[in-house]
């Protein structure tokens, strides 16, 4: 028996994705031959449709999204591998509103060149089509990495925000460049202190000594640039969080999103208390903490670790973000 | 001099070649994968071919060159895995534009047009320069000849675009790759060219072999 309750090598996403479209038939419907997940309800006024995907191992993101006030559509990979561009294209054309589709796309390799591929049928099938980059991960922000930083827990903020948006009736620009500033507000770190296990394998993607953690982990367990001993919660997560809030400087009447998110496997107890670190470290910054989430979101596999992410908005973004949605994985 | 368009059949005998000498390389072509990427260019451009020659061999198959490259993309882009086989699927879509969008069918001018067309598509989704080390490294040479030869025959225009091409093969021999794959083996793929660079030289290759067969028995070549 592996680690894994599978069927066998490979059915691990289509076997989740039936189950996952049975479970929510009332708000998503997947398509097993071109392995899509569309929304069943979408708002009147919205003309752009929203569709993001890749790799899977990320549950809930991306199709716990899909519904309506969110994403119109999302292409599932399999674990930890980008969607084919078959499986965006005829996706995007199912979903395209009258100003056309905005593809939420992660900053990885695979991810660009697939999206872009579709990107490049669709403007050859008269349909237009626009691009939102989330390149959040704070760690792989150096001038060595050519690729950029990494996108991760952002994304669920990002796709909120623009539902909220594109609820509104706003266009494929305007949605474009929302998006690409909300998401140059928003900057995530995550640690943990045990890797995921590899579904095929069942192997720890890193070993890690007891007491230590890796600080500024990926959420394919990318390992870190450094390991350090692990100290009480309070301390690293006013670590963490300071190295968030230099980098992000907000002003002192700028409303803060604060996410907390479990990567795989670390329980409700342990997020709720690092939520309460945050809070404390955020008070006395004087940092305005607006509106936070707790829970797993955007994880990987049964990573042992957390995420945090800040975002900073303004009006405008907060009434975007307060928009109702009901999606899978996510209702208010 | 007339120029003569690249017609259905002209470019049915295109496909048909360019099948025929990737077959015929797909050993050497997965080799030279091995060393410099993840070993599957040669599988994948094959499975591509083979893809498209189902659907260009089929009775109710497309009529027309710009119909024709259109099923060729399609198949390369929807059936084939990896990055290459799906960038290779970028220049027929173009291509296939670019007769659709000449009233005289694929003139040297339209393939000058859609291999610039494609380039810059290929370009847009991978970010590769030239001088990166991929398939650009062959492309951009080919799409500069048949500019510079748009109103001149397509035999030799497409000759020109076939020597250019295979001198960008030969130049990717002597790069340390930037993008792709094998961007992450630095010096170690010094002195190995480009597969994918190659899959365009065999591209045309193949259509001044079509031309180059029919030329000198034809009014304006």
């Known amino acids: 028996m592996t680690r894994y309750f599978e069927n066998g090598t490979g059915e691990l996403v289509p076997d989740a994705l039936a189950g996952f479209a049975r479970a929510h038939a009332d708000l998503v419907e997947y398509d097993p031959a071109d392995g899509y997940v569309t929304a069943r309800n979408t708002a009147p006024a919205r ?47 199912a979903v395209a509103g009258p100003n056309g589709v905005l593809h939420i796309v992660k900053n990885y390799t695979g991810d660009r060149i697939n999206f872009g591929i579709a990107a490049e049928r669709l403007a050859d099938a008269g349909i237009a089509c626009g691009r939102v980059l989330v390149d959040d991960d704070l760690a792989s922000d150096s001038e060595d990495i050519a690729a950029g930083r990494r996108g991760t827990g952002a994304t669920v903020l990002v796709e909120k925000v623009l539902g909220g948006a594109a609820d509104t009736g706003m266009g494929l620009d305007g949605l474009v460049g929302l998006g690409t500033a909300v998401a140059g507000r928003c900057r995530t770190l995550a640690v943990a202190s045990a890797a995921h296990h590899a579904p095929v394998t069942g192997e720890p993607a890193f070993a890690l000594p007891p007491g230590e953690l890796e600080y500024g982990v990926g959420i394919h367990g990318e390992r870190a640039d450094r390991t350090r001993s692990q100290k009480q919660v309070g301390v690293l997560v006013e670590d963490m969080a300071d190295a968030l809030l230099g980098a992000l400087r907000p002003g002192p009447d700028d409303p803060v999103v604060a996410l907390v998110n479990g990567l795989g496997s670390v329980t409700s107890l342990e997020l709720y208390g690092v939520f309460g670190e945050l809070g404390r470290v955020l008070d006395a910054r004087r940092v305005r903490l607006a509106r936070h989430l707790v829970g797993n979101y955007v994880t990987a596999l049964d990573m042992r670790g957390f995420s945090l992410t800040l975002m900073v908005a303004d009006r405008a973004v907060l009434d975007f973000y307060d928009a109702p949605a009901r999606t899978p994985a996510w209702q208010g | 001099m007339t120029t003569a368009a690249f017609d259905s059949t002209r470019t049915r005998d295109w496909m048909r070649r360019f099948t025929a000498s990737v077959y015929a390389t797909e050993a050497e072509l997965t080799e030279l994968d091995q060393r410099v990427g993840d070993g599957d260019f040669g599988t994948n451009l094959a499975a591509g071919v083979r893809a498209a020659g189902l659907l260009l061999d089929r009775p109710e198959a497309p009529a027309g060159s710009a ?20 960038l290779f699927g970028l220049l027929f879509q173009a291509l296939s534009r670019a007769a659709d969008g000449s009233d005289a069918g694929l003139t040297t001018g339209a393939l000058a047009e859609g291999t610039a067309q494609g380039l810059a598509a290929i370009r847009r989704v991978g970010g590769a320069e030239p001088g990166d080390k991929t398939l650009v490294d062959a492309l951009a040479p080919a799409a500069a000849a048949l500019r510079a030869a748009r109103d001149a025959p397509p035999a030799a225009a497409l000759a020109a675009a076939a020597d250019g091409a295979w001198q960008g093969v030969r130049d990717t021999a002597s790069l340390t790759a930037r993008r792709g794959r094998a961007s992450y083996l630095g010096e170690r793929v010094t002195g190995i060219p480009d597969p994918g660079a190659v899959g365009v030289a065999l591209l045309f290759s193949a259509a001044a072999g079509t031309v180059r067969t029919l030329a000198p028995h034809l009014p304006g070549g």
């Open chain 1, 47 to 93: 003309t752009v449709g929203l569709l993001s995907g890749g790799g899977s191992g990320h549950e809930p993101l991306h199709a716990g999204y899909v519904g309506a006030g969110m994403l119109d559509a999302a292409c599932p990979g399999r674990v930890f591998a980008s969607p084919h561009n078959r499986q965006i294209f005829r996706a995007s054309r």
């Open chain 2, 67 to 86: 119909e024709a490259l259109g099923a060729v993309a399609t198949a390369f882009l929807d059936e084939i895995g990896g990055t290459s086989g799906p």
